[in-house]
């Protein structure tokens, strides 16, 4: 904490020895320096929050969103030095981080830049973010029950660690999806269930993870039989979701939490999966797509710090930001 300016008295007259005599007598009477009302730096642990010597940054439209500043104020009250705009999880805000430009930033939970930099993800204790497991999402027409299984199958050896490490393999080592993809189901022993034939698309936006799920989907149904194509370079939701309803796409890894806002923006959402898949369900069942088994990979919003900053003020959890600073 800065300390104010010093305070300069004069002293040519006989007034001011009084007025310091007047201070000392009230500073013994009153134990300012007992109370905690005084220096950040005294008292009996009632020093400043360390969430008040932090610098956060995020996106530009995080002071308005109520998963970033209003929910950290709301759900942890939390109050940070200063906010600095960046970019959304990208380069900016982890070079920010790295340059200890900000002490905190919002990133995705299952990006490589955690694992390259040794980031620590604050743990959302208090469930302020809304789930974002990844799931299957499959025009019904298209669906049988080796579908079904072969698909459920992928989600089940998902997790946020695994999804994590094979973003890297793509975002860092420059990995294409198809063989990371293909990696991924030779080592956890993933096969099909069933056998089946007929022709099959699976769609997904152009990035990394996206790709590399659709690309285990289409691989596990090939196996299984089926003749698969891709279109796997698509550019948002927008335009995955209605080839979907047309029938152009068969088959699209989706986020729960996202895809419940875009279907019903007053959705309530949540950090329980399962919850927003109840309310998914009759959403996806009138546009004719069925929701499969979800993953426990969770791509959700994750606040982050560097290694050094967890180690040196003990916090592993968003509300160890409320803790007294030492």
Not at 149 to 157: E, K
Not at 296 to 305: H, Q
Request: proline share 6%; with cysteine.
């Amino acid at each position: 904490m800065r300390e104010g300016p010093m305070r300069i008295f004069r002293r040519n007259t006989h007034g001011a020895i009084l007025v310091v005599l007047a201070l000392m007598l009230a500073a013994c009477g009153s134990g300012v320096g007992d109370d905690g009302d005084g220096d950040s730096g005294g008292g009996n642990g009632g020093g400043e929050p360390i969430a008040s010597q932090f610098i956060l940054g995020g996106p530009p439209e995080c002071p308005e969103r109520p998963f970033c500043l209003p929910g950290l104020e709301e759900t942890y009250g939390l109050e940070f030095e200063s906010f600095q705009p960046l970019d959304v999880g990208g380069p900016q805000t982890v070079n920010a981080l790295k340059n200890e430009r900000v002490d905190v930033g919002l990133l995705f939970s299952t990006s490589s830049a955690i694992i390259a930099n040794d980031f620590v993800v604050l743990e959302d204790d208090q469930g302020l973010q809304q789930a974002e497991n990844i799931t299957p999402i499959v025009r019904e027409e298209a669906l049988d029950e080796t579908v079904e299984a072969s698909l459920n199958a992928v989600s089940a050896a998902l997790t946020t660690d695994n999804i994590t490490e094979l973003n890297g393999r793509v975002e860092i080592d420059g990995d294409d999806p198809a063989d990371v993809a293909a990696d991924f189901i030779e080592s956890e022993g993933i096969a099909p269930e069933g056998s089946g034939s007929g022709e099959l698309t699976v769609g997904a936006v152009s990035f990394a993870e996206n790709q590399i799920v659709a690309e285990m989907y289409a691989q596990v149904l090939e196996e299984a039989g089926f003749s698969v194509s891709r279109q796997i370079d698509l550019r948002s939701r927008e335009i995955v979701y209605p080839a979907i309803e047309s029938g152009e796409i068969d088959i699209a890894p989706e986020y729960v939490g996202t895809l419940s806002f875009f279907l019903e923006p007053k959705a309530e959402g949540g950090s329980d999966p399962e919850a927003i898949r109840s309310e998914l369900e009759p959403l996806l069942a009138e546009d004719g797509i069925a929701i499969l088994e979800i993953s426990d990979a969770n791509d959700t919003n994750a606040f982050v710090v560097r290694q050094e900053t967890a180690d040196e003020f003990g916090i592993s959890t968003l509300s160890d930001l409320a803790n007294p600073a030492e």
